[in-house]
């Protein structure tokens, strides 16, 4: 149990252009979902909370307007990069949270052109 | 705030040989500890977590790790390095509840056969 999935697991896109990225809790229900970022050979660094039903809770630095954040059942959340630019390509991580304990999903590598 | 401090960048071992990986963190009241492993473009494979009780914690694929109060360290080991351990290695806290998990830097773990 406790499965985490993302979808697409890689992205190609031109800049400019936005790009949805999907993240299902498939055997739970997850009333809290968080954001990762990794980029090449470095840590995995919080971006934002996502709590179901309510708005996103943002890390310092992490623009909302750009990496938006919909939580809208307890199964899935979705991250979309808006106008995407090179510097966005990186490594998204999700995991979603059951009686205090976070599972992982497989990752979403992000190529922005 | 939590941190944690993975002092190795990289961590060489033989294959066959016991092999140690250093976390040590920062909390300000009882630490949730996790080890996880990611290989090449994949997410985090969970291995272990120090909640409360032995110090010593058993996980996954033959890795432990000791949980030291009086010198915050939480480090990883196994007894017999195999060649298939080599992987990046994230040591990660977070305090009690629902709260995100802080990651370390990660450490390469090379074993060489």
């Known amino acids: 149990g406790a499965v985490v999935s993302q979808h697409p697991s890689w992205v190609i896109c031109k800049s400019g252009t936005s790009v949805k990225i999907e993240c299902r809790s498939l055997?739970?229900?997850?009333?809290?979902m968080f954001w990762y970022r990794q980029f090449p050979k470095q840590s995995l660094m919080l971006m934002a909370t996502?709590?179901?039903?309510?708005?996103?809770?943002?890390e310092q630095g992490v623009e909302k307007d750009k990496f938006l954040i919909n939580h809208a059942s307890l199964t899935l959340s979705t991250l979309t990069v808006t106008s995407a630019h090179p510097e966005d390509s990186s490594f998204y991580i999700c995991s979603a949270s059951r009686y205090n304990e976070q599972f992982f999903g497989p990752g979403t590598r992000l190529t922005v052109l | 705030a939590q941190s944690v401090a993975q002092p190795e960048d990289q961590v060489n071992v033989a294959e066959g040989n016991p092999l140690t990986v250093k976390c040590t963190y920062s909390v300000s009241g009882n630490p949730y500890l996790f080890w996880y492993v990611q290989y090449p473009n994949r997410g985090l494979q969970f291995l272990l977590k120090?909640?409360?009780?032995?110090?010593l914690v058993k996980g996954s694929y033959g890795f432990e790790a000791e949980f030291n109060k009086s010198q915050t360290s939480f480090h990883l080991k196994k007894p017999s390095a195999l060649v298939s351990d080599s992987a990046l290695y994230f040591c990660a806290v977070r305090d009690q509840g629902n709260t995100p998990l802080v990651f370390g830097k990660g450490t390469r773990l090379s074993v060489i056969a």
């Open positions: 055997d739970f229900q997850a009333t809290t």
């Open positions: 120090y909640i409360t009780g032995d110090n």
């Open positions: 996502s709590n179901e039903g309510s708005k996103a809770t943002y």
